[in-house]
Protein backbone atom coordinates (compact mmCIF):
# COMPACT_ATOMS: atom_id res chain seq x y z
CA UNK A 1 0.00 0.00 0.00
CA UNK A 2 1.06 3.49 -0.86
CA UNK A 3 1.89 6.09 1.88
CA UNK A 4 -1.41 7.25 3.15
CA UNK A 5 -2.83 10.82 1.92
CA UNK A 6 -3.77 12.03 5.29
CA UNK A 7 -1.82 10.70 8.37
CA UNK A 8 -3.82 11.08 11.55
CA UNK A 9 -2.69 10.34 15.02
CA UNK A 10 -4.68 9.83 18.29
CA UNK A 11 -3.80 10.06 21.85
CA UNK A 12 -6.45 7.76 23.87
CA UNK A 13 -6.59 5.19 26.71
CA UNK A 14 -8.91 3.30 24.67
CA UNK A 15 -7.21 3.34 21.51
CA UNK A 16 -9.66 -0.04 20.23
CA UNK A 17 -12.94 2.37 19.87
CA UNK A 18 -11.09 3.68 16.64
CA UNK A 19 -11.51 0.09 15.27
CA UNK A 20 -14.93 1.69 13.77
CA UNK A 21 -12.96 4.59 11.94
CA UNK A 22 -10.75 2.35 10.72
CA UNK A 23 -13.16 -1.24 10.13
CA UNK A 24 -15.90 0.16 8.73
CA UNK A 25 -18.13 2.13 5.93
CA UNK A 26 -16.59 5.38 4.46
CA UNK A 27 -14.08 5.85 6.45
CA UNK A 28 -12.87 2.26 6.68
CA UNK A 29 -13.10 1.64 2.51
CA UNK A 30 -10.74 5.41 2.15
CA UNK A 31 -8.72 3.99 4.49
CA UNK A 32 -7.98 0.79 2.95
CA UNK A 33 -7.64 2.95 -0.37
CA UNK A 34 -4.45 4.66 1.63
CA UNK A 35 -6.43 7.76 1.60
CA UNK A 36 -5.73 8.30 5.63
CA UNK A 37 -3.68 6.20 8.23
CA UNK A 38 -4.32 6.29 11.70
CA UNK A 39 -1.53 6.23 14.78
CA UNK A 40 -2.53 5.12 18.09
CA UNK A 41 -0.95 6.47 21.14
CA UNK A 42 -2.05 5.37 24.74
CA UNK A 43 -0.50 8.03 27.24
CA UNK A 44 -0.20 4.88 29.69
CA UNK A 45 2.88 3.75 28.03
CA UNK A 46 4.27 6.68 29.06
CA UNK A 47 3.36 6.81 33.14
CA UNK A 48 5.85 6.99 35.71
CA UNK A 49 4.51 3.58 37.34
CA UNK A 50 3.86 0.03 36.66
CA UNK A 51 0.05 0.78 37.31
CA UNK A 52 0.22 2.96 34.30
CA UNK A 53 -1.23 6.37 36.13
CA UNK A 54 -2.00 8.83 34.07
CA UNK A 55 -4.11 10.99 36.53
CA UNK A 56 -3.55 13.21 39.81
CA UNK A 57 -5.92 14.87 42.08
CA UNK A 58 -6.77 18.19 40.91
CA UNK A 59 -4.75 21.27 42.54
CA UNK A 60 -7.66 23.07 44.68
CA UNK A 61 -9.85 20.24 45.66
CA UNK A 62 -12.60 18.93 43.77
CA UNK A 63 -14.13 15.65 42.06
CA UNK A 64 -12.68 13.80 39.76
CA UNK A 65 -9.29 13.85 38.40
CA UNK A 66 -6.62 15.86 35.91
CA UNK A 67 -4.50 14.07 33.19
CA UNK A 68 -0.94 14.75 33.89
CA UNK A 69 0.90 17.26 31.73
CA UNK A 70 4.29 15.77 31.45
CA UNK A 71 2.61 11.74 30.65
CA UNK A 72 0.42 13.85 27.64
CA UNK A 73 4.13 15.25 26.62
CA UNK A 74 5.68 11.94 26.46
CA UNK A 75 2.99 10.53 24.49
CA UNK A 76 2.58 13.61 21.81
CA UNK A 77 6.15 13.25 21.44
CA UNK A 78 5.59 9.82 20.65
CA UNK A 79 2.67 9.98 18.53
CA UNK A 80 4.76 12.90 16.98
CA UNK A 81 7.47 10.47 16.06
CA UNK A 82 4.46 8.27 14.09
CA UNK A 83 2.74 10.98 12.05
CA UNK A 84 5.22 13.69 11.79
CA UNK A 85 6.98 16.45 13.56
CA UNK A 86 4.80 19.16 11.77
CA UNK A 87 1.41 17.40 12.97
CA UNK A 88 -0.63 19.92 14.43
CA UNK A 89 -2.22 19.03 17.04
CA UNK A 90 -6.12 19.15 17.85
CA UNK A 91 -7.68 18.55 21.71
CA UNK A 92 -11.34 17.91 21.98
CA UNK A 93 -12.48 19.95 24.71
CA UNK A 94 -16.13 21.84 26.00
CA UNK A 95 -14.44 24.93 25.88
CA UNK A 96 -12.97 24.47 22.07
CA UNK A 97 -14.51 26.48 18.84
CA UNK A 98 -17.46 24.48 17.98
CA UNK A 99 -16.65 22.36 15.32
CA UNK A 100 -18.89 22.90 11.75
CA UNK A 101 -18.21 22.38 7.66
CA UNK A 102 -16.28 25.39 7.40
CA UNK A 103 -13.28 24.42 10.32
CA UNK A 104 -13.96 20.93 9.10
CA UNK A 105 -12.64 22.18 5.09
CA UNK A 106 -9.92 24.31 7.04
CA UNK A 107 -8.82 21.25 8.70
CA UNK A 108 -8.91 19.14 6.02
CA UNK A 109 -5.94 21.02 4.12
CA UNK A 110 -3.31 19.33 6.77
CA UNK A 111 -1.63 16.55 5.58
CA UNK A 112 -1.12 15.65 9.70
CA UNK A 113 -2.98 16.04 12.82
CA UNK A 114 -2.82 14.56 16.03
CA UNK A 115 -5.95 14.32 17.74
CA UNK A 116 -5.84 14.30 21.90
CA UNK A 117 -8.95 12.53 23.36
CA UNK A 118 -9.02 13.34 27.13
CA UNK A 119 -10.59 11.81 30.14
CA UNK A 120 -11.69 12.42 33.81
CA UNK A 121 -12.01 15.89 34.40
CA UNK A 122 -9.50 16.95 31.84
CA UNK A 123 -6.38 17.73 31.13
CA UNK A 124 -3.74 19.46 33.22
CA UNK A 125 -3.67 23.03 31.28
CA UNK A 126 -0.31 23.94 30.99
CA UNK A 127 0.01 20.83 28.47
CA UNK A 128 -2.81 22.32 26.21
CA UNK A 129 -1.24 25.98 26.30
CA UNK A 130 1.77 24.74 25.21
CA UNK A 131 1.14 21.74 23.07
CA UNK A 132 -2.18 22.33 21.83
CA UNK A 133 -2.46 24.08 18.39
CA UNK A 134 -6.61 24.41 18.24
CA UNK A 135 -9.16 23.07 20.53
CA UNK A 136 -12.65 21.88 19.47
CA UNK A 137 -15.98 21.15 21.20
CA UNK A 138 -18.62 19.08 18.77
CA UNK A 139 -21.74 20.65 20.57
CA UNK A 140 -22.48 22.00 23.96
CA UNK A 141 -23.39 18.48 25.64
CA UNK A 142 -20.76 16.39 28.15
CA UNK A 143 -19.51 13.23 26.95
CA UNK A 144 -17.59 10.58 28.82
CA UNK A 145 -14.30 11.62 26.74
CA UNK A 146 -12.58 12.81 23.91
CA UNK A 147 -12.80 9.89 21.91
CA UNK A 148 -15.98 9.95 20.38
CA UNK A 149 -15.50 13.55 19.43
CA UNK A 150 -12.27 13.15 18.09
CA UNK A 151 -14.25 10.63 15.76
CA UNK A 152 -16.55 12.27 14.70
CA UNK A 153 -14.30 15.21 13.37
CA UNK A 154 -12.04 12.59 11.93
CA UNK A 155 -15.16 11.06 10.01
CA UNK A 156 -15.86 14.78 8.88
CA UNK A 157 -12.35 15.28 7.45
CA UNK A 158 -12.34 11.89 6.07
CA UNK A 159 -15.31 12.42 3.38
CA UNK A 160 -14.10 15.43 2.23
CA UNK A 161 -10.78 13.71 0.79
CA UNK A 162 -10.87 13.12 -2.97
CA UNK A 163 -11.85 9.42 -4.15
CA UNK A 164 -13.38 8.63 -0.42
CA UNK A 165 -16.72 9.26 -1.70
CA UNK A 166 -18.88 7.20 -4.69
CA UNK A 167 -19.75 10.12 -5.88
CA UNK A 168 -17.66 12.97 -6.90
CA UNK A 169 -20.00 15.93 -6.00
CA UNK A 170 -21.56 13.98 -2.51
CA UNK A 171 -19.94 16.25 -0.42
CA UNK A 172 -20.61 19.27 -2.06
CA UNK A 173 -24.40 18.44 -1.37
CA UNK A 174 -24.61 17.96 1.99
CA UNK A 175 -26.04 19.65 4.55
CA UNK A 176 -24.21 23.07 6.09
CA UNK A 177 -22.48 23.06 2.71
CA UNK A 178 -22.81 26.93 1.62
CA UNK A 179 -24.54 27.91 4.78
CA UNK A 180 -27.94 25.80 4.23
CA UNK A 181 -28.78 22.79 5.03
CA UNK A 182 -30.15 19.47 2.87
CA UNK A 183 -32.79 19.39 0.92
CA UNK A 184 -35.66 16.30 1.29
CA UNK A 185 -34.73 13.09 -0.54
CA UNK A 186 -37.14 10.35 -1.54
CA UNK A 187 -36.50 6.83 -3.19
CA UNK A 188 -38.82 4.01 -4.06
CA UNK A 189 -41.79 3.58 -3.61
CA UNK A 190 -43.63 6.37 -4.83
CA UNK A 191 -46.26 6.15 -2.70
CA UNK A 192 -45.45 5.26 1.07
CA UNK A 193 -48.33 5.54 4.17
CA UNK A 194 -50.14 7.56 1.57
CA UNK A 195 -47.25 10.27 1.00
CA UNK A 196 -46.63 10.96 -2.41
CA UNK A 197 -43.29 11.88 -3.31
CA UNK A 198 -42.99 15.00 -5.24
CA UNK A 199 -44.46 15.34 -8.72
CA UNK A 200 -41.04 17.80 -9.19
CA UNK A 201 -39.26 14.64 -8.29
CA UNK A 202 -40.72 12.56 -11.00
CA UNK A 203 -40.91 15.16 -14.17
CA UNK A 204 -37.55 14.37 -15.48
CA UNK A 205 -37.09 18.34 -16.08
CA UNK A 206 -33.68 18.68 -14.37
CA UNK A 207 -33.73 22.67 -14.35
CA UNK A 208 -37.44 22.43 -12.45
CA UNK A 209 -35.66 19.44 -9.97
CA UNK A 210 -32.78 21.68 -9.34
CA UNK A 211 -34.54 24.83 -8.55
CA UNK A 212 -37.29 22.33 -6.32
CA UNK A 213 -34.32 21.18 -4.27
CA UNK A 214 -32.25 24.78 -4.03
CA UNK A 215 -35.91 25.78 -2.41
CA UNK A 216 -36.29 23.23 -0.31
CA UNK A 217 -32.74 23.75 1.13
CA UNK A 218 -33.81 27.34 1.66
CA UNK A 219 -36.77 26.85 3.84
CA UNK A 220 -35.98 23.90 5.83
CA UNK A 221 -33.43 25.92 7.14
CA UNK A 222 -35.13 29.06 7.14
CA UNK A 223 -37.58 27.07 9.41
CA UNK A 224 -35.09 24.88 11.30
CA UNK A 225 -31.66 26.46 11.89
CA UNK A 226 -32.41 30.38 10.60
CA UNK A 227 -29.72 31.25 12.02
CA UNK A 228 -27.33 29.51 9.73
CA UNK A 229 -28.91 31.51 6.55
CA UNK A 230 -27.12 34.92 5.57
CA UNK A 231 -30.08 37.31 4.41
CA UNK A 232 -27.69 39.34 2.99
CA UNK A 233 -25.77 36.83 1.17
CA UNK A 234 -29.10 35.44 -0.70
CA UNK A 235 -29.31 36.23 -4.16
CA UNK A 236 -32.35 37.01 -5.80
CA UNK A 237 -33.14 34.25 -7.27
CA UNK A 238 -33.19 32.28 -3.88
CA UNK A 239 -35.18 35.42 -2.08
CA UNK A 240 -37.72 34.28 -5.55
CA UNK A 241 -37.78 30.60 -4.99
CA UNK A 242 -38.49 30.83 -1.25
CA UNK A 243 -41.57 33.17 -2.05
CA UNK A 244 -42.48 30.41 -5.18
CA UNK A 245 -42.06 27.03 -3.13
CA UNK A 246 -43.35 26.12 -0.03
CA UNK A 247 -42.03 23.28 2.09
CA UNK A 248 -44.45 20.60 1.65
CA UNK A 249 -44.85 21.11 -2.22
Partial sequence: MTEARRRYGAITLFPEMFDSLTGWGITGRAHDQGLWGLSLTNPRDFADDRHGTVDDRPYGGGPGMVMQAAVMDRALEASRQ????????????????????????????????????????????????????????????????????????????????PGALGHGGSAEEDSFVNGVLDWPHYTRPETYRGVEVPAVLLSGDHGAISRWRRAQALRRTLDRRPDLLCWQGLSEEDRRLLSEWKLDD
Fill in 82 to 161: LVGASAKVVALTPQGRVFSDSLARELVSETALIFVAGRYEGIDERFLEASVDVEISVGDFVVSGGELPAMVVMDALIRLL
